[in-house]
């Protein structure tokens, strides 16, 4: 992520690099996911985390074609409404089809049935 860029910027330099075709909805809707007011517009200044983990969940909307998403602490700097909108995601990614792998070290109500692995480590291990 590019912080001279904005988050629409962002998302079309990531699907040209991703030799992803998108069109004009397509990046609309990623937008819609990563802006809001308080990321509007992002160039001018470095983006706080939260700014750039939504940018990277815009990024999401753009990759239909990937049938698994492997997503590593996705919570991370994401605030309650950020949380709403990944779980949106992960439910419509899940509903279509796809699969989704997740490490989180924060308690989640998953918004599609789930298989957890609760992975602990022993003392002295």
Do not use: C, Y
């Not at 069109?23 to 939260?50: I, N, S, T, Y």
């Not at 949380?83 to 599609?112: C, D, K, M, Y």
């Amino acid at each position: 992520m590019k912080d001279d860029l904005t988050a629409s910027e962002n998302l079309k330099v990531w699907a040209a690099m991703a030799a992803l075709s998108v069109g004009a909805e397509d990046l609309a809707q990623g937008a819609a996911v990563a802006e809001d007011r308080a990321l509007r517009p992002l160039a001018g200044g470095p983006a706080v985390a939260g700014a750039k983990r939504r940018i990277g969940l815009a990024r999401l909307t753009l990759a239909r074609q990937a049938r698994l998403w492997i997503l590593d602490e996705p919570f991370n700097a994401l605030d309650r409404h950020g949380v709403g909108i990944l779980n949106r995601l992960i439910e419509r990614h899940v509903s279509g089809g796809g699969a989704v792998v997740l490490t989180t070290h924060q308690s989640w109500e998953a918004p599609v049935p789930v298989v957890r692995l609760d992975l602990v480590t022993e003392a002295g291990s």
